[in-house]
Nanobody
Framework: QVQLVESGGGLVQPGGSLRLSCVAS????????MGWYRQVPGKQRELVAQ???????DYADSVKGRFTISRDNAKNTVYLQMNNLKLEDTAVYYC?????????????WGQGTQVTVSS
């Protein structure tokens, strides 16, 4: 059964840092592009960072220069290092593949991890 487990969220002051982790089950993780998404109540989930199977990365403008996505295929894990956090980064963060051509995602959505930036 394929699944995702996110962790590493918490409460942090503006300007602080957090490192999120996402462990994926299954044997084809290394062949998949992966992304980090975030969602706030009443808004759509947005893709903030993605990393391809060949380790190329891309970021939303809102996090560029502050967030870094990485992956460790030996551990089936994708990370999101978040620095210089802002109030507007507060959200539930999820990982998954980029949306597939079919409109779906490879993994079922995990429970996410809450990131709260507050003074």
């Amino acid at each position: 059964q394929v699944q995702l487990v996110e962790s590493g969220g918490g409460l942090v002051q503006p300007g602080g840092s957090l490192r999120l982790s996402c462990v994926a089950s299954g044997s084809i993780f290394s062949a998949l592009a992966m992304g980090w998404y975030r969602q706030v109540p009443g808004k759509q989930r947005e893709l903030v960072a993605q990393i391809s199977s060949t380790f190329s990365t891309d970021y939303a403008d809102s996090v560029k220069g502050r967030f870094t996505i990485s992956r460790d295929n030996a551990k089936n894990t994708v990370y999101l290092q978040m620095n210089n956090l802002k109030l507007e980064d507060t959200a539930v963060y999820y990982c998954n593949t980029p949306r597939l051509y079919s409109g779906t995602y490879y993994y079922p959505w995990g429970q996410g991890t809450q990131v709260t930036v507050s003074s």
